[in-house]
């Protein structure tokens, strides 16, 4: 039996807590810059309507939707390796499933005994076939764990420093100017200190900052759809994603890439995967 199924009901919730603060800190805290990014530029011009801001929440919407959730939550995290997630760990995978030759343990037919494919795909062919395809297959591996220790070693920077630049708003610019860069090291090397103490515990601490955190924008934000604008809800439709090109052409195709930024974090779901379930 699957160790998931004998896990206590009670070990999961414990595992769906603390994933809040290790898993879904990133993903929660993404969609405030998305905004702010979309209209950086300076082309998108705002109507009397609100096309544009109905354009631009479509589009967050909806690539939440897409991404996050049927993506990572209903077929990426199919993909685990024995309960583990990452690229290392789905290139395990297909090494199992196909005879590559790059890792020990070949085919999983000859290694559980299960009776051979009729025939085989003509991808899964071709890669056993062709050695440059799986050298090729190794190096996209190597290359996917590189980007992802670059984005957990560059977000929490950005991150930080844009935190810390709030401290603008109270202080001069002269102060500010000697105490950015002091005060965000110091987060910083306290931030991966609290690494050496292990998932759980670094899940236990960030926890209830998270479900601080996404109580207070979630009264913040239908406070404000009640008071401001209750029909915002329009915004739910595809059809403002089609009009907010359609009327922003150019700079609306360019504001995708600040778009782009509600599904940052998404990726440690699959990643994470070893320290939680696919339940969590």
């Not at 109507?47 to 939707?65: D, K, M, P, Q, R």
């Not at 403002?240 to 440690?268: D, H, N, P, R």
Request: glycine letters at 10%.
């Amino acid at each position: 039996m699957d160790l998931q199924e004998q896990r206590p009901w009670s070990a999961e919730l414990l595992l769906a807590y603390q994933s809040l603060g290790v898993v879904y800190g990133d993903v929660a805290t993404a969609p405030l810059y998305v905004f702010k990014s979309a209209f950086a530029g300076g082309d998108i011009e705002h109507s009397a309507g609100n096309e544009e801001i109905y354009g631009v929440l479509s589009l967050v919407f909806w690539t939440l939707t897409l991404i996050p959730l049927l993506k990572y939550v209903f077929l990426v995290l199919r993909a685990d390796d024995h309960g583990e997630g990452g690229t290392f760990a789905l290139y395990s995978l297909i090494c199992r499933r196909v005879r590559t030759g790059l890792l020990p343990g070949g085919d999983v037919r000859r290694s559980e005994g299960a009776a051979p494919a009729p025939r085989l795909s003509s991808v899964r062919a071709a890669l056993e076939r062709h050695r440059v395809l799986q050298r090729l297959l190794l190096l996209l591996a190597l290359l996917g764990t590189c980007m992802v220790i670059g984005d957990g070693v560059l977000t929490p920077a950005v991150s930080v420093v844009s935190a810390v630049s709030g401290l603008e708003l109270s202080l001069d610019s002269e102060q500010h100017e000697y105490i950015l860069l002091p005060v965000t090291c110091a987060i910083l090397v306290g931030l991966f200190t609290l690494q050496h103490y292990g998932t759980h515990r670094v899940g236990f601490l960030f926890a209830p900052i998270v479900c601080v955190w996404l109580l207070c924008i979630s009264i913040i934000g239908v406070y404000n759809i009640i008071r401001w604008n209750p029909h915002v809800y329009r915004a739910l439709s595809p059809y403002y994603m089609y009009k907010f090109l359609q009327k922003t052409q150019t700079g609306g195709w360019m504001s995708l890439g600040g778009i782009l930024l509600c599904v940052t974090g998404s990726e440690a779901m699959y990643a994470d995967l070893g320290h939680f379930s696919v339940f969590n």
